[in-house]
């Protein structure tokens, strides 16, 4: 919590030696503006650390040595427009990205495996993110109210879906899920508004309560024998 709450703070510059960011180190720093350089040799982020630095702008580079970001690591960071997760990133925290509203663009690295609840929740931009095939889990929320994300190719290694992970996402015209996934958690993929077409696996054991609640324009669906 080094610098949290520091209203007046405009600009950092971090040293390139640096290994650690600490918990809120940079929390509620709401005039921290312009684009963050996160040093190359950076190898643990805080949770909390650059929560609500609401005017920080462009696009974040995660560096290669860090392995986690974690829970509100940048959420509402409200002008921030694009992530690229370098390395060896296995997991992305709870609400870590919650209410970033301008990210447009996401590039998530090969190593990733988990997606925590509520970690793009609100990114009313994102149009397109791109699944690593490593990834085996979609937290609840993950992806809850990302009203323009069109393009949806879940992983082919895809276990879990979590509740609510893609509710609103109004985009979503069709759907293919694939044949690794068990569970489809309850109010998974409600109220894709314009959603016509899902494609389930044989192998699927459970679809939860409101799984496509409210899918006004679904037409085509076929349920597995195996749920």
């Known amino acids: 919590e080094a610098f949290r709450d520091c209203y007046a703070l405009t600009t950092v510059n971090l040293p390139e030696h640096l290994k650690e960011i600490g918990k809120a180190a940079f929390e509620n720093c709401s ?45 509402d960071c409200i002008e921030l427009s694009g992530v690229t997760i370098l390395g060896q990133v296995s997991q992305i925290g709870e609400n870590a990205f919650f209410g970033c509203t301008k990210l447009t663009a996401v590039t998530l690295p090969n190593t990733l495996k988990t997606i925590e609840n509520g970690a793009f929740f609100g990114c009313q931009n994102l149009t397109k993110i791109t699944f690593p095939q490593t990834l085996l889990s979609i937290g609840e929320e993950a992806f809850m109210q990302c009203e323009t994300l069109n393009q949806l190719l879940l992983p082919e290694n895809l276990v879990t879906v979590g509740k609510e992970a893609f509710a609103y996402c109004y985009g979503i015209s069709s759907l293919t899920i694939p044949k690794s996934v068990k569970i489809i958690g309850d109010y998974a993929f409600r109220e894709l508004e314009n959603l016509t077409k899902v494609t389930l696996p044989e192998g699927l054991k459970i679809i939860d309560r409101y799984a496509f609640f409210g899918c006004k324009k679904l037409e085509d669906v076929t349920v597995p024998k195996s749920v």
């Open 31 to 75: 005039n921290l503006s312009g684009t963050l350089t996160l040093p190359a040799g950076l190898t643990k982020i805080g949770a909390l650390a650059f929560s609500a630095c609401g005017k920080l702008k462009g696009n974040l580079t995660i560096p290669a040595g860090v392995t986690a970001i974690p829970a509100y690591a940048f959420s």
